[in-house]
């Protein structure tokens, strides 16, 4: 998924488009074949308030692996699977998957992280192209959402991609109301909730570079009513890099808050070529675990959005988009810092 500079691939036919024009995480990850074995719950951390899903991918890959006798790589693949990842319910149906999380984050009294993402005409055809039928599907898929989510403590990370699509033009102009509207009306939806916080994705400094081109569409998207704005979804921007520019996009808002995408931004992004760098990246690290202790008054978390071993897409040797690449996942695991 990508909130990322465009590819080579979309370029083909978004010449004219701002560098940013990027896939989308998909809605179905399909998981590698892995023993069905229930994990046990995990409690995070470093008194990490989320919830970890003891039958991650990653959980699951770390009892295969230690089933095979390969217990360094067992190891290593424990500081993905032992950390709190979002949820992307999936499908027409977000229901099951919101339950599942919502019953075991309350076993152990732990906040859920959900992403929304099921937008009409998201990810321009790329890699993640997808999204509710329309307008109307996409108002019952969110009521089923929030509906789901209950009173359990839960943040939701709303449409990674949905608003800079807007900006660089991405998105035809012909859908640009209507998605305003839609993630205004989501953001209204999912506030209903008493214990849900969201936060609008806003994209990433190395896309849409100027934090003042995002301000007008994120109010009209309905920010105001939001508890803030998400960034780096997906991509490996640093943290410094990051706050910098959330510090100067929350000027321009009026003080809100966000929230940073930390999962693979260990060793910051790929240099060279920003076309090339947003797609399984080679060389890249974990990064600062999820947290909401983060020493900065505007930053509500650190989060791991992006799922860890789960692949851009089809390139530099990787799976389709969402798919588990263990492989990957070791990589990142192997070069992380903490």
Known sequence: MSRRTLSAALA??????????????????????????????????GGSP??????????????????QGRAEDAKLLRRIAERPVAEWPAGDDPVPEIARAVRGAAAGKRTVVFVAYNIPHRDCGMYSAGGAH???AYRDWVDSFASAIGDAPAIVVLEPD?????????????????????????ID???RQSHTRVYLDAGNPAWIDDPGKL???????GIARADGFSLNVSNFQTDDTVKRFGARLSGLLGGAHFTVDTSRNGDGPLPGDREEAWCNPPGRALGVPPTDRTGDELVDAYLWIKRPGDSDGPCRGGPSAGTWWPDYALGLARRAKA
């Open 12 to 45: 083909l036919t978004c010449a004219l488009l701002l560098a940013g024009c990027g896939g989308g995480e998909p809605a179905g990850p399909t998981p590698a074949a892995a023993p069905t074995t229930r994990g046990e719950a995990v409690a995070p951390p």
């Open 189 to 191: 939806r999912l506030k």
């Open 215 to 221: 301000v007008e569409p994120l109010r009209r998207a």
């Open 162 to 186: 949905a608003v800079p699509h807007i900006v660089d033009g991405c998105t035809p102009g012909q859908y640009h109301d209507e998605r305003y509207r839609l993630l205004s009306e989501a």
């Open 50 to 67: 989320f919830w970890v899903d003891p039958d991650s991918d990653a959980a699951r890959q770390v009892r295969q692996y230690e089933a």
């Open 134 to 136: 329309d307008a109307r």
